[in-house]
């Protein structure tokens, strides 16, 4: 009975055919297909989130000398800023006067649209050992307003415009007004740096890497990149290409940058100068002005040295957006 039942059982069961050598090798090729496919897929989105994630970002600063002056509401201030995609501020901070309620109100829409501020001091007499006391008085009447206000209504950094080689003595005795000014530098850092935490940056012109520090195989702009986190360059020319464009006389400092793991911000100019007109955007249409800092943003994409641009300064900018907007 059993065995009977064993072999009806037999009998019942469906027939399987085996494939053939050919279909299992189609079968597995085309599984082979996908998963290298899907490898392939998943192995280009972890590429793509990675290069998101680790982008450099890059600054677009502009310089606000007088806030107190300027005859517009903070909104309208930062919606210019946004819209010309500023991200930094550096904010005259002044030693006579500091408005603390209006700087306050300020750096808080600042920051409510991402855009950081930096405190803007300067004086080509802050080179001098003799003046010490003014720095020292900067340094305090910002870290002190950061102390009265909340984390979003703080500077981000403090950023000096010192110039001194605007100071007769510089034609007279160069050499003794460098090694006052990198004292006065070193005092200033340390300054900064103690008890709260507060990025530094300056403004120095092209040429500062042509000047050498009396007695020693360097020069000056390495001695300042090598010191603060990070410095803006007066490369005033309206022209991004040729011997004597932006992109020739910002590139020794963007390459002394990128050995010393810093970067440059490369500064341009549009307010009317003297000076001759080469060295401003001041008579050029925005269009024009913005084809020339995008030629010089995109060849400088991805250099480790190169951290972005300036425009100085923000009431001329302004000015010669709104009143050239339609050439």
Known sequence: M???????????????????????????LFFTMKGCLAIITVLIILLSIGVYFNQKSYEKVTWIWDLEE???????LISFAKKQGVNLVYLHVSLEEFEKEKV?????KAAEEEIKVYALGGDPYWAL???QDSLDEFVSIVKNYNRQVSEEER????????????????????EDVINQW???????TKQVKSDVELNISGDFPFWIYKVQIPGEDRNVGEWMISKLDSITIMAY????????GIKSISSPLIEQAANHN????????????NEGSHTTFYDTPPSVMKQELNQLENHFAGHPGFGGIAVHDYRSWKSNVHNRIYE
């Open 2 to 28: 059993s065995c009977l039942m064993l072999n009806n059982d037999k009998k019942q069961r469906p027939f399987k055919k085996e494939g053939s050598l050919f279909e299992k090798s189609v079968f597995s």
């Open 70 to 76: 300027l005859n517009e509401s903070d909104e309208d």
């Open 104 to 108: 306050q109100s300020f750096i808080e």
């Open 129 to 131: 050992t003799k003046n």
């Open 155 to 174: 500077f981000q950094g403090i950023h000096v415009d010192i110039e001194p080689y605007l100071l007769p003595k510089w034609k007279s005795d160069q």
């Open 182 to 188: 990198l004292d006065n530098m070193n005092h200033l």
């Open 237 to 244: 020319r309206d022209f991004a290409e040729g011997k004597n």
């Open 262 to 273: 810093k970067s440059v911000v490369i500064g341009v100019n549009v307010i009317k100068t």
